[in-house]
């Protein structure tokens, strides 16, 4: 603040000096005195520079209006798995921890029980039995075509084998839920442990169970997050649901990281209000950073337009009096030895702020084209023009 009061007063300074030199020189041509257009200031090289003027255009940028909402990180379902067993049994091994890295495949835990050994038992030995009814159907196949065997004969070796074909497969399923390969059992292979392995890649969110442990087929021993695909969980006032679609942008960031944005895209609106009045919205995100992570809060901005507009940096439209102008490059002449040029301020009307832009509305015969704005400076040439009086000289 300070440095800013001073520096206006260095621009005033140069200016009273500019004035008065001015004016010695009017006085020597017979006491002429120029009168300059209203709303204008005008500066020597000396002011310009001092006050740090930088001149640009009005430029077309995408603009959105905001709307602040808060909400969580999330996973879609298919990317957060809770690991149970089929049948339960005894933890004989397991060295994850919360936090750990697995690859889909890889053996999370083993699990032992003499039901498993039973299990493998009953399929290897109706196994057995339905190779000797296949081979019994068949015979009896033949022998009836040729009149030889009864019907009967016949319609009881079809029956068990039927049966038996259907007693195995229903096995082979049950040892494919535990995680044990049918195909690839016999009777040296017979095991009284399976392993539970990762049906996804990701880490660790929860961990369970120890060595030793008896769980059953609805405990949850794991629970594993991909991270890889996260979404964001918002909360909208039902009075704002109707500037939100599939489709529109966000910008986020965690409470403790402000500065540090992040995006996502809308993919999906919740259809029911809950009893604070808040409706879910539900979105993607883009590019996912390591240090986010499911439970997270986040406060969010969601982009409810994306139009074209006019505008200039902030801090080339400049409020007085509740008003908002700018200044633009005027005219340049020579007098004497000194370049002089002059600015001339223009109301305008200011739209929506963003990423260091502000959209404004110009006068109809406002030609952007042909127009020079000052984009640095501006409130240097404001405090000229309304703290040092009419020094336009």
């Known amino acids: 603040m300070k440095s800013k009061i001073f520096f206006v007063i260095v621009v005033f300074s140069l200016f009273v000096i500019g004035c008065k ?35 640009g255009q009005v430029e077309y940028k995408v603009l959105s209006n905001v709307l602040k909402v808060n909400g969580v990180v999330n996973v879609p379902p298919q990317n957060l798995v ?3 067993v089929n049948m339960g049994g005894f933890v004989k091994s397991t060295d994850l921890v919360q936090g750990s890295p697995v690859s889909k495949g890889q053996v999370l835990a083993v699990i032992e029980n003499p039901e498993f050994i039973e299990l493998q038992q009953n399929y290897l030995e109706n196994k057995n039995k339905l190779e000797f009814a296949e081979t019994d159907y068949n015979r009896q196949k033949d022998l009836y075509k040729e009149n030889v065997s009864s019907a009967k004969t016949y319609q009881q070796a079809l029956s068990e084998y039927k049966s038996l074909k259907t007693k195995v ?7 494919s839920l535990i995680g044990i390969d049918s195909k690839q059992l016999t009777e040296e292979k ?59 942008k966000i910008r986020f960031s ?13 993919y999906q609106l919740g259809k029911t209000i809950g009893d604070d009045k808040t409706i879910k919205v539900y979105a993607s995100v883009d590019n996912v950073d390591k240090n986010l992570l499911p439970g997270m809060y986040v406060n969010a901005l969601i982009e409810t337009s994306n139009n074209s507009v ?38 305008v009307k200011k739209g929506v702020s963003n990423n260091g832009f502000t959209e404004i509305i110009l006068p109809k015969d406002f030609v952007i084209e ?5 984009i640095k400076g501006a409130y240097n040439l404001l405090s000229a023009m309304k703290n040092a009086g009419d020094m336009a000289c």
């Open 310 to 347: 006019t505008s200039l940096p902030d801090e080339a439209v400049l409020t007085f009096d509740d008003k908002n102008y700018i200044f633009t490059l005027f005219e340049r002449k020579k007098e004497g030895e000194k370049e002089i040029t002059i600015f001339k301020m223009i109301e």
């Open 21 to 55: 030199n001015k004016v010695e020189t009017t006085e020597e041509h017979g006491g002429e005195h120029e009168v300059l257009p209203p709303n204008t200031v005008e500066m020597n090289d000396d002011q310009y520079k001092t006050a740090g003027i930088e001149l």
């Open 254 to 266: 965690m409470p403790y990281k402000a500065g540090k944005e992040q995006t996502a895209i809308i």
């Open 82 to 84: 809770s690991v149970s």
């Open 169 to 175: 497969f229903a096995l082979e399923q049950k040892l």
């Open 370 to 374: 042909k127009n020079k704005v000052v």
């Open 190 to 248: 017979i095991s009284r442990s399976v392993s539970v392995v990762a049906s996804i890649s990701g880490y660790i969110k929860t961990v369970n169970i120890n060595i030793g442990k008896y769980v059953n087929p609805t405990d949850v021993m794991f629970e594993i997050v991909n991270n890889q695909k996260l979404t964001l969980e918002l909360f909208l006032f039902e009075k704002d649901i109707e500037t939100v679609s599939i489709g529109q």
